[in-house]
């Protein structure tokens, strides 16, 4: 026979979360964006919740091992995962992913959005969108674009950006990570890559990238000096971000307590520079808004992964 929870069984669980320490999953190795940005959201949300929250890397098929593990944890809040868009866009191409995105997960808190930087080899023929839109429709076939592989984020912005455009010709190269994919453009083997800014303004700042343009819809802080790719293709604009989720069924009232600390933390000038250092600017949402983002997001990346034949690795 099924237990239903009483109105006070749930009150008293969520008066007293968190009783003892919280794990915080991040799916991919030590040092990337989501590990930086949990480990910050950990330690201040820790503080307000008045509970220990540690770091759990667990790298492992694109982030796909972490994020299964965390799907089929007890949902008690006390084990979430620390995700980026690429959880969506990984949803949209596998077909048989070990846990359900929608049912199997319950979006918690957006912590974070950012822009692309869209950068072109050193020697590319054009320094804004619009030139580099017109030099690829020039010489249809003839340039390539690297990614950090198969259905990655990075091929979905470029993808996107092809689709809207309508007739730009460009070769998909897939790396197996950024560091390959920054060196064959740096190397003229690819010509454009589009990617996180710290993952290319390094390289712009000492020469050996250029970048053309970014893409959000409007100018953004993260590059206040670059052009948003829209000025060239009206209506571009391509973001990831990066959040925190639960398991599915874990009691809303434990979800509404986390959301709220993390929102908290995230009205902060001091959290906000810190994200904005690195590429990111702070997205406080509730429960709702970020559960439409999640859903909204999945149905969209496989209709452009159908349209323009994104597949998985």
């Given amino acids: 026979m099924m237990t239903i929870a009483t109105t006070s069984s749930v ?18 190795p030590p040092g ?29 098929a694109s982030g796909t091992t ?28 596998q077909p048989r992913l070990p846990f359900d995105p929608i049912k199997g997960l319950a979006p918690v808190a957006m912590f974070a959005e950012g822009p692309f930087i869209v950068a072109v080899n050193k020697d590319f023929p054009a320094k804004t969108p619009k030139e580099l839109v017109a030099a690829i429709r020039a010489k249809p076939g003839t340039y390539n674009y690297a990614s950090s592989g198969p259905g990655s984020v990075n091929q979905f912005g470029t993808e996107l950006l092809k689709a809207q455009a309508g007739d730009l010709a460009i070769t998909h190269v897939p790396y197996r990570g950024m560091g390959p994919a920054v060196t064959d453009l740096i190397g003229n083997q690819t010509q454009l890559l589009m990617s996180s800014g710290p993952s290319l303004l390094p390289m712009v700042r ?29 209506g571009y604009s391509f973001s990831l971000w990066w959040g925190l989720l639960a398991p599915g069924g874990t009691p809303a009232p434990v979800i509404q307590k986390l959301n709220t600390a993390a929102n908290t933390v995230l009205a902060r000038p001091d959290i906000q520079a810190l994200f904005l250092k690195e590429g990111a600017e702070v997205k406080p949402m509730s429960v709702e808004q970020f559960t439409e983002v999640v859903s909204k997001d999945i149905a969209r990346w496989k209709v452009l992964a159908k349209k323009q034949n994104i597949l998985p690795e």
């Fill in 11 to 28: 009150a008293f669980a969520t008066d007293s979360y968190p009783s003892k320490t919280i794990t915080v999953v991040v799916p991919y």
């Fill in 32 to 60: 990337g964006s989501n590990d930086v940005f949990a480990r910050i959201m950990a330690k201040e949300m820790g503080t307000l919740l008045k509970q220990s929250i540690i770091i759990d890397n667990r790298p492992g």
């Fill in 66 to 93: 972490g994020t299964a593990g965390v799907a089929r944890s007890a949902p008690d809040g006390y084990t979430l995962v620390a995700v980026s868009s690429s959880m969506t866009t990984n949803a949209a191409v």
């Fill in 206 to 234: 000492n020469g050996k990238l250029r970048a053309i343009g970014i893409t959000s819809e409007k100018p953004s802080p993260i590059a206040p000096d670059l052009t948003p790719m829209a000025t060239a293709v009206p």
